[in-house]
């Protein structure tokens, strides 16, 4: 018996793969070809094309458009009204499908409310982007990203809490809220879980 919830003004194409448990709310397009997880959330106004892969327990929120050659791994968060993009340079009419860019979200990476992923970034494991903040480039995993254009702030842990640490040179910290260890080295943060 499946369990996937799709309100009635919601548009899902033949074809289209969605897991169990996962809900499809008001006024949703997910395209045909798109493969999406179990326990997944797309909130209203969303979009799905076709060339998309969605993990396990992914969180879409109001207005997100998830265009062709965009994958989020599981425990995604994109925010109300952020956005995605997958051609770099634009022009109405110039053909440019087959100039895609691909992007990756990373697991456990949470995407804030307004934010823009240009085209051809990875964002990193449990990275936090901060709302508004617009990535042109690959994000560390664990970096906490802000500003236009984004640059790194700070870490933080898989927990959503920010860590105490540099953001160079090498150190350790704790989350405050689940007593797992952090360090720092080379560059990278290594989550050593309780």
């Not at 709310?25 to 997880?37: K, L, Y």
């Amino acid at each position: 018996m499946t369990t996937i919830s799709i309100h009635p003004t919601a548009i899902v194409d033949e074809g289209a793969q969605i897991g169990e448990r996962s809900r499809v709310w008001h006024w949703v397009h997910v395209c045909g070809q798109a493969r999406i997880g179990s326990g997944c959330s797309l909130g209203q106004n969303v979009f799905v094309g076709n060339d998309v892969v969605i993990g396990d327990n992914v969180k879409i929120q109001n207005n997100v458009s998830v265009y062709d050659a965009v994958t989020l791994e599981d425990d995604v968060f994109c925010g109300p009204s952020m956005v995605f993009t997958n051609v770099y340079n634009p022009r109405s009419a110039v053909e440019r499908k087959n100039e895609y860019r691909r992007t990756l979200v990373r697991k456990g990476a949470t995407l804030g409310a307004n934010c823009t992923i240009v085209c051809g970034s990875t964002v990193g494991e449990y990275a936090f982007v901060a709302a508004g903040a617009v990535i042109n480039k690959d994000v560390p995993a664990y970096a906490l990203m802000a500003g236009v254009p984004a640059r790194q702030i700070g870490w933080m842990s898989r927990h959503g809490e920010r860590l105490a640490l540099p953001l160079t040179g090498d150190a350790e910290t704790i989350c405050p809220e689940t007593g797992a260890t952090y360090k720092l080295q080379n560059g990278e943060v290594i989550c050593q879980p309780q």
